[in-house]
């Protein structure tokens, strides 16, 4: 019997856009510029490891205690749109995927880096469906090591190559591959190449898809 793990930001929810919109504004009181394209390089990368990115595109060098007051305003303008959140914000398609599941009792758990993944999860109300949660405040090494999908094995009780990982990052491809798990890319098939399968969004979850990759 397989088992599933979902990362959380650009496959259950796309939160990528609150990111950007505190992380560019952050940029912006620093003095400088952070576009859409900057931020695809944060996607699937803790939060202190994406202020280091933005420090750099913007070549502004700051010491460690310099950057904490940094990390916690963004933080708040980012929970500030998750305070908002409803379920209306699930991507279409993962409310069936996860109904599907739970009919063919296939167990899934979430494996993010985010340390607000239990407060969006409440948010758009698919808190309580997980069989196991594991986030940023799990784990000590991040994606691409894969210690996140395997401490979410353990926690369903599967092996590694038992489980399925569902994956919008490279980072989170290259993870699940180090885990030896089967994995689902959803995004570009190019920038995901190293996925065992790659959707182009999560509403491509068909019914024929999932018995193929299940059979
Ligand atoms: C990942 C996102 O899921 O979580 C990253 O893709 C984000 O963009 C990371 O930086 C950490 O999130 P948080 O909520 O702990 O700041
Ligand atoms: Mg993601």
């Known amino acids: 019997m397989k088992a599933f793990?979902?990362?959380?930001?650009?496959?259950?929810?796309?939160?990528a856009k609150y990111h950007f919109l505190a992380w560019r504004n952050l940029a912006n009181e620093l003095g400088f510029?952070?576009?859409?394209?900057h931020n695809e390089l944060l996607k699937g990368v803790s939060r202190v490891?994406?202020?280091?990115?933005?420090?750099?595109?913007?070549?502004?060098?700051?010491t460690e205690a310099q950057k904490q007051p940094l990390l916690l305003k963004k933080n708040e303008e980012y929970l500030s749109y998750v305070y908002k959140m409803t379920s209306d914000e699930?991507?279409?398609?993962?409310?069936?995927l996860l109904d599907y599941l739970d009919t063919k009792k296939i167990p899934y758990a979430l494996g993010s880096a985010s340390k607000n993944a239990p407060l969006i999860l409440d948010k758009v109300g698919l808190?309580?469906?997980f069989t196991a949660i594991v986030d940023g405040n799990d784990v000590s090494k991040a994606k691409p090591d894969p210690e996140v999908f395997l401490i979410g094995a353990k926690k369903l009780n599967k092996k590694p190559e038992?489980?399925?990982?569902?994956?919008?990052?490279?980072?989170?491809?290259?993870?699940?591959?180090?885990?030896?798990?089967m994995s689902i890319g959803i995004g570009d098939a190019k920038l995901l190449s190293e996925?065992?399968?790659?959707?182009a969004n999560t509403s491509e979850f068909t019914l024929e898809f999932l018995n193929k990759i299940l059979n």
């Not at 490891?49 to 700051?62: A, T």
């Not at 038992?162 to 798990?181: F, L, R, S, T």
């Open 5 to 15: 793990i979902f990362d959380l930001d650009g496959v259950i929810v796309d939160t």
């Open 33 to 37: 510029e952070f576009t859409e394209e």
């Open 49 to 62: 490891r994406s202020l280091d990115i933005l420090l750099e595109i913007g070549k502004v060098e700051l």
């Open 90 to 96: 699930i991507l279409p398609g993962i409310s069936e």
């Open 127 to 129: 808190l309580k469906r």
């Open 162 to 181: 038992d489980c399925i990982v569902v994956e919008d990052a490279i980072a989170g491809i290259e993870a699940a591959n180090a885990a030896k798990m």
């Open 195 to 199: 996925a065992t399968y790659v959707l």
